[in-house]
């Protein structure tokens, strides 16, 4: 209930009675801890609906992969898939994110977030990769928000990955709700480089010094792995075609 709605009678009441400032003081204070109280509530159950919104949008889109895997297998006897990974966004995470951007916990700015619900697609080669993508997004339920190529692109430190930010519907009970996924697409190689660089550097505030003596490294590392993905893929190619 509203808190005007709860206080403007009360309130009235009590100085109709003579009641002390003291007493009015005390009854306002309750009111505003048990309307704030009851605004978390509300507020918990809103993040509770939304993030098992997440994981049902992360259920559909972990399920096109697994189809799309079991499609190209039937037709080229390989699986182009290795492993799917999924994630919800950590609460630190979310609230780190939130912190970054100046934007209040709240479940409307959470939305404003396109990566609370995250899968990862650890291909075999290169291009199952943009196969897989192109797949997905000609599905007609799917919606394509975002797109970032950090494979044509890589970033400077090295990663490379191909980032989709997409919408797909949810059915619910009463209604049908489009979520946001980021989808991270990536071979074996960039999954190992991206995964250690993680570990060791991604977000962590190393030295000017150390972080000078390990980027060239780093990205040494990334380039070799490049090179081996295209190896890879060349030798399959030689196997395919013979
Ligand atoms: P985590 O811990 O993996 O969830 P922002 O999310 O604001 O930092 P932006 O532009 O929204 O940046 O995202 P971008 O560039 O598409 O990258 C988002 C995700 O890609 C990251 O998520 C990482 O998973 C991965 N990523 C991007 N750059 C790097 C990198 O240099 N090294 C590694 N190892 N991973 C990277 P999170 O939420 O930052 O981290």
Same mark, same amino acid.
């Given at each position: 209930m509203d808190i005007k709605e709860l206080a403007i009678p009360l309130v009235g009441s009590m100085i109709q009675q003579n009641a002390? =400032?003291?007493? #009015?003081a005390k009854k306002i204070t309750e009111l505003l801890e048990e309307a704030s109280f009851s605004q978390m509530q509300e507020s918990i159950e809103k993040l509770k609906f939304l993030m098992s919104c997440y994981r049902c949008a992360l259920l559909e889109i972990e399920t096109k992969f697994h189809v799309l895997n079991e499609q190209f297998s039937l037709r080229h006897e390989r699986n182009p898939i290795e492993i799917i990974k999924t994630r919800i966004k950590s609460p630190e995470s979310i609230q780190e994110k939130l912190e970054?951007? =100046?934007?209040? #916990?709240?479940?409307?700015s959470l939305e404003q977030l396109h990566d609370i619900a995250g899968i990862r697609v650890?291909?075999?080669?290169?291009?199952?990769?943009?196969?897989?993508?192109?797949?997905?997004?000609?599905q007609d339920d799917i919606r394509l928000i975002e797109q970032k190529d950090y494979i044509k692109n890589p970033k400077d430190n090295g990663y490379r990955s191909l980032h989709l930010i997409i919408e797909v519907p949810i059915f619910l009970q009463n209604e049908k709700r489009f979520m946001k996924v980021e989808v991270q697409l990536r071979t074996i190689a960039m999954e190992f480089w991206a995964n250690l660089e993680h570990k060791l550097c991604y977000k962590k505030s190393l030295s000017p010094e150390i972080s000078q003596l390990t980027s060239e490294e780093l990205s040494q590392c990334a380039e070799?792995?490049?090179?081996?993905?295209?190896?890879?893929?060349?030798?399959r190619d030689i196997i395919q075609n013979s």
């Open positions: 002390s =400032s003291a007493a #009015l970054r951007r =100046s934007l209040p #916990l709240t479940p409307s650890i291909c075999s080669f290169i291009d199952d990769i943009y196969l897989l993508a192109n797949c997905l997004l000609l070799m792995s490049a090179q081996l993905d295209l190896k890879m893929q060349h030798v």
